[in-house]
């Protein structure tokens, strides 16, 4: 049977931190600066709203407020951790490999798979605000050696066409996992299909800004929708009134059991 959920923007965990008392180790800047999140899902106590999606434990909708906000150096293990930056300038410091220090924009994304271990930060050191999603997923093989790549989706040339930025499309960065990452920006009144690539895969669709009826679900602004075991791989998605900037995450789908097996003996990401 077809299962499906909706998450309305309003449903989602919202949360403020501000670097103060036990945080300040953890998140940068002055008290004055804060982060905003938007939680789709949850893993453990990170993060509020809805228990994941296949190997996805978190999609979250974040600002930093302030320069010099953020998240200060922290460990990771056997975590992939993608970032889109929509707004702001977002500089990333990893530990894969001999080290990165890399600065996004509007446009760019990252793969960071911790695997084996590693630690990372993630900074605004401008005074403009910087809009960025995370996801966070488990990886198809646990102790892979740390990996880092990043690449930019250029919306103007790319406009009314759904592009993978992140699977196993030729110009889509690797992640170790069944999972795709698209993006689509589309003009109003337009109509796309997205197919799924077998009955074991879901999608997990997100309306960044604009809106959009999804497999005949009407989703505003922040409005997301989840479907899986579908008998018809086709979900139709049609722009609404206003031009629309669509995120799809398809991905196989993982048993509840093994999800929570995992999730005990990896407590502390």
């Known amino acids: 049977m077809s299962k499906s959920f909706i998450i309305r923007d309003h449903e989602r965990g919202h949360d403020t931190i501000r670097s103060d008392g036990t945080r300040s180790s953890y998140i940068a800047g002055h008290p004055d600066g804060f982060v905003t999140r938007a939680s789709s899902f949850n893993f453990h106590d990170y993060q509020s709203g809805r228990p994941g999606f296949g190997p996805v434990r978190v999609f979250g909708d974040e600002i930093f407020h302030g320069a010099g906000c953020g998240y200060n150096m922290h460990p990771h293990?056997?975590?992939?951790?993608?970032?889109?930056?929509?707004?702001?300038?977002?500089?990333?410091?990893?530990?894969?490999?001999?080290?990165?220090?890399?600065?996004?924009?509007?446009?760019?994304?990252?793969?960071?798979?911790?695997?084996?271990?590693?630690?990372?930060?993630?900074?605004?050191?401008?005074?403009?605000?910087?809009?960025?999603?995370?996801?966070?997923?488990?990886?198809?093989?646990?102790?892979?050696?740390?990996?880092?790549?990043?690449?930019?989706?250029?919306?103007?040339r790319r406009r009314n066409t759904i592009v993978q930025l992140v699977g196993d499309a030729d110009t889509a960065l690797p992640i170790p996992q069944d999972l795709r990452v698209s993006r689509l920006m589309a003009d109003a009144g337009r109509s796309f299909t997205y197919t799924l690539r077998s009955r074991g895969h879901g999608a997990y669709i997100f309306v960044r800004e604009g809106s959009a009826t999804v497999d005949g679900v009407a989703l505003g602004r922040r409005d997301s929708a989840g479907f899986s075991d579908r008998d018809d791989p086709a979900i139709t998605i049609d722009i609404g009134e206003d031009d629309s900037d669509i995120i799809v995450v398809e991905t196989i789908m993982i048993d509840d059991d093994n999800i929570k097996a995992w999730e005990h003996d990896h407590a502390g990401h």
């Open 77 to 156: 293990h056997n975590f992939v951790i993608c970032a889109f930056v929509f707004e702001g300038q977002l500089t990333h410091i990893n530990t894969a490999g001999e080290g990165m220090v890399d600065q996004l924009r509007a446009g760019d994304y990252y793969v960071f798979s911790a695997g084996s271990g590693g630690k990372h930060s993630e900074l605004s050191v401008t005074s403009e605000d910087m809009h960025a999603i995370y996801l966070w997923l488990m990886p198809r093989q646990l102790f892979l050696p740390p990996t880092y790549h990043r690449a930019h989706f250029d919306y103007r």
